[in-house]
């Protein structure tokens, strides 16, 4: 997928993206956000922040900066309800423009999955958090089911392509989380890996805990 193909779908899915979400994928994100153990004053990265499913989640006193390249997507985002103090900014999570160690934890929902290059985000996102930092992921994920991850591959190039529903979302079908996390020889060390298997290849997924383990 190019970048530019990305942008233009999430913009014209923006205004159905909840709802979508809602019908296929709907998570609770408290659990998720939780997971940070985030504490007053600090200031946690959302990547990328979408239509902002996990902004409620965050508790106050923290400072969110929400990270999307979709203008609309973020539209939307302002429109929620938010206990947190919330900043948007247009920025690519293959280039992120923060300084080293700006933030104290990181959040990702349904991201990777859509990006061409899930390692070089993930390369980012430990570049501008601290060491020892949490990152929550919560995202579609390649079966670990031989039979499922069969169906993953023929539906592939429409999730890819077309998306589904079509021209609302598009992801990768066949992403990979055990190469991405376990072989992709970054600083993370993994504290929680929970995967949901589903006979549904659309359904299955992740959530994971990392933690920055750069010196």
Known sequence: MQINQVIETYDRGA????????????????????SLQLQSGQTVLDAAVGTGLNLSAYPEGVSVVGVDLSHKMMDEARKKHVSA???????????????????????SG???????????ALEEILRVTKPGALI?????????????QKWQELIADG?????????????????????????SKLTIEVLADNRTESPNPFLCGCQLLLKNSKV
């Open 110 to 120: 349904f991201t990777l999955c859509v990006l061409n290059d899930p390692v070089r």
């Open 159 to 183: 999730t890819s392509q077309l998306g589904f529903p079509t021209d609302k979302i598009k992801w990768n079908a066949l992403m990979n989380y055990d190469k991405l996390i376990y072989n």
């Open 85 to 107: 103090d919330i900043t948007f900014k247009v920025s690519d999570l293959c280039n992120l423009d923060f300084p080293d160690n700006s933030f104290d934890a990181a959040a």
């Open 15 to 34: 205004v159905d993206y909840d709802a979508i979400m809602k019908r296929y994928w709907h998570i609770e994100r408290e659990p998720l956000i939780a």
């Open 136 to 148: 929550a992921i919560l995202d579609y994920c390649k079966s670990q089911d031989p039979e499922i």
